[in-house]
């Protein structure tokens, strides 16, 4: 073979080799202008997420339910392109089909999803396109988009200075953040299902769940809702699938039948009667309500500083290393706590305080953020499990309102030194003609309490 002849043949088997690559034309994601760093979109998304997680009704961190959607969701953003967003999942104890994402990261799955996925590839396509919203980072360049420069960093000092929790809460579920353009959707769909293929999926499942969805006529899924058709939806995915090499997909790769034989007999609240519990103070719901009065049965859930027992019918709003709220899932309205109990880290002024001085500190910020807060009696020295904490009696206004009338609140609040000089603090929630029947079980919670990190 002359030298002309080895180069036209190293030619051939070189075009030879790139064309199948060529012939895979992927989704290329668009890029636009964002007035948010990485960094401040992450910041928003957490602040988000742990305002979000305080008001809606999660599976706990420990339910398998959520440690397989966990797992699934890893599996996927592991594929996921460009920056590596520290992507969180969480399962919305809810009826309606639905998923969304937060910026920088979390996502949330209500349980009626996965309740209406036939296959493991279906569940994976939606998660896959919330992961895709994360990554063109459509939240914050929505906001952008509709605020001129000077607006935009008006509220970005907002959000980033003293006031972010606050503000971060109207970015919350229902906002902008989750309100995305049909141009949006359909890049979500296209790099979802490069996402879902890249993962070991078959990407058509995710045109399939679509289908199902819009073929429910006329009172369609809240996903298609805050997920507007983009128009010819399922051919489109269709299409990009088309488009990748063809390979054999297993059936299942993760627990999908044995989680979904697991939530067969479970029966979650509408989105309405979310609503209606959340926003007329649990519609005058009396404590013997099986849902609200505290099982004999306990769950335990380990935080990075504690663990704590709780009844097993109550829920964990938080998680491992954020402030947690343990409550019935009706017993949490839009922005307060009527049964249950809170427990947070409060960084003290000065590390030598003492534990006295540092509850009353305590005391007086809590007091400054609710004026209608008042103590009741003195002061108790008592211990928790050996170590030396201080109990302190408080009332308030319930949220909860019966026969139209206001209702008063008692707050239980229970201090302990860190080694760090900060406080834990417990709060125990109930209105106060309902506190002799839940003190029981809030002792037990407290009898529970083990700090891994503590000041004795």
Known sequence: MTSASRSIAAIALSLSLAAPQAAQARFTPT??????????????GQKTASEENRKMPLLAESDPVTQYVQRLGARLAAHAPGYQWPYSFHVVNQKEINAFALPGGPIYVNLGTLKAADNEAELAGVIAHEISHVVQRHATRAATTQQNAQGALSLLGALLGNGILAEAASFGVGSIFLKNSRRSESEADLLGTDILYDSGYNPKAMADFFKKLEAQGGNPPQFLSDHPNPGNRYEAVI?????????????????FAAIKQAIAGKTPPSAQEIAQAQGNGNGGAGIGQSSIYPSGRFATFRHDVYDVSYPDNWQVFGDNSSDVTIAPPQGVSQNSIAFGA??????????????????????????QRNADLRQVGHDESIRVNGLPAKSIQLLGTSPIQRNGQTVAE?????????????????????????????EPAFQQILNSLHLRKTGA
Do not use: C, M
């Open 31 to 44: 890029h636009g202008s964002n007035h948010w760093t990485v960094d401040q979109e992450v910041q928003l």
């Open 239 to 255: 299409r990009e699938a088309s488009t990748l090499p063809s390979k054999t997909y297993p059936a299942d790769v993760g627990q």
């Open 410 to 438: 008692r707050d239980w609040l229970v201090t302990l030194k860190q080694r760090n000089g900060d406080l834990l603090y417990l709060i125990f929630v109930s209105p106060e003609p309902d506190y002799r029947s839940l």
């Open 342 to 367: 809170i427990i947070q880290e409060y960084q003290t002024e000065s590390a030598s305080d003492t534990l006295d001085q540092s509850t009353h500190e305590l005391v007086t910020f809590l007091r």
